[in-house]
């Protein structure tokens, strides 16, 4: 368990002494957010039990911040964890008074769905909470001397296509076309993505004092995201998982967009490998701050059949709803992700028949069984 879990009151680490080396992750509750922790603590593991004789040093410690109190079974993999709000400074100066951090991962937003509600908010929390993480990124590195790597999950929301005709003809988009959002969660990652670049090569670029280059701000534009073990809430591609999800429990699903809506999107284990390998790679190699990537593009249709074809007694019907629709409708098929093939290695594992038959019925299936009546 953490050794602090606290709503921003009490501070376990003392203030005076040396401060851990830390990774700091904010939105750690979340869906990505559990992925990552548990990829971090493993690598963290692997580490401390490494027998190739080199002396790595103490492994970071894992920091975790959320809105709201860990789960168990999340809290778990961290050594601290904080409930709190990333707009809240005091709590953020905290943190740099307790920790050296070294890498972030910024994980925390609301996604396109609900900020579509609450677009001041969503403005807020997406693009203010960015800032007040970068810029905490950039006094660590003052604290300590050392660049803090520090990634953004970006979106296929940034993109714009105006109509069905353009996105048909767009195709595969690559990083540079069609920035032109729709929703506010897609202008607030276009904002995030050139904040980011500022505080990687410009920050303060005036200033007598300034200090070069004190982060190191890498992006990834996620497709929707698909995972066996948690289900989405508030973003606009969840009718994919949503739909696995309640065949799996036996409920209903209504989906929210035509059947030929089409999208990208990429099972769990993929995004968190991109984002880990995305991280590691070596600067030199990387021609670019913010990374499309891509697995596979299936339609609501071709969705609604793999879920038929493993629970013959899914119930699915199509009530599209004309706001969703539209913010679907905006975003490309597929991405080119050229340059993250080239700059750091970047491979999809799977097709969309295989993220079904060996990545999400064998785990969604043992996840709701009793209930569940998945074919092999
Ligand atoms: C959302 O639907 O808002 C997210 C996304 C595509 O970034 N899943």
């Not at 284990?269 to 697995?295: D, G, H, Q």
């Not at 299936?298 to 493993?310: K, M, N, Q, T």
């Amino acid at each position: 368990m953490p050794r602090t879990s606290s709503h921003g009151h009490h501070t376990s680490a003392p203030t005076g002494q040396q401060r851990a080396t830390a990774i700091l992750v904010t939105g750690a509750g979340g869906e990505m957010g559990h992925g990552l922790l548990e990829a971090l603590d493993a690598r963290r593991k692997r580490h401390a039990e490494c027998s190739c004789g080199k002396d790595h040093g103490p492994a970071p410690v894992i920091v975790a911040m959320d809105i709201r109190e860990l789960a168990p079974e999340i809290a778990s993999h961290c050594d601290h964890a904080f409930v709190g709000d990333i707009c809240d400074h005091a709590l953020l100066e905290r943190l740099l008074a307790m920790f050296e951090i070294a890498e972030i991962y910024h994980l925390a937003a609301l996604l396109s769905t609900r900020g579509e509600f609450a677009p001041e908010t969503a403005h807020q929390v997406n693009v203010g909470g960015t800032l007040n993480l970068l810029h905490l990124a950039a006094e660590q590195a003052r604290s300590h001397g050392r660049t803090v790597r520090f990634f953004f999950p970006s979106s296929i929301a940034v993109y714009g296509l105006p109509d069905l005709a353009t996105k048909a003809n767009a195709g595969r988009v690559n990083e540079g076309e069609w920035c032109e959002p729709q929703s506010m969660y897609g202008c607030n990652k276009l904002a995030g993505e050139h904040l980011g670049r500022y505080y990687d090569r410009h920050y303060r670029s005036l200033a007598k004092d300034r200090i070069g280059h004190p982060v190191d701000f890498r992006s990834i534009r996620f497709p929707g995201i698909i995972s066996s073990d948690t289900i989405p809430s508030g973003g606009t591609s969840d009718y994919g998982p949503e739909m696995i999800h309640a065949a799996a429990a036996g409920r209903p699903y209504a989906c929210f967009v035509r059947g030929d809506s089409r999208i990208p999107f990429m099972t769990m284990p993929e995004a968190i490998e991109a984002t880990l390998s995305l991280m590691k790679a070596p600067k030199t190699s990387l021609t670019r701050a913010v990374y499309n990537i891509s697995s596979f593009s299936p339609s609501a249709d071709d969705f609604a059949e793999l879920v038929r074809r493993a629970f013959p007694s899914a119930a699915i019907s199509f009530e599209p709803d004309a706001g969703r629709q539209s913010i679907v409708d905006s975003w490309p098929t597929d991405c080119d992700d050229a340059a993250a093939r080239a700059d750091w290695g970047w491979r999809p594992v799977h097709t969309v028949q295989s993220a079904f038959s060996e990545y999400l019925l064998p785990r969604i299936a043992a996840r709701y069984a009793p209930s569940s009546h998945a074919r092999a």
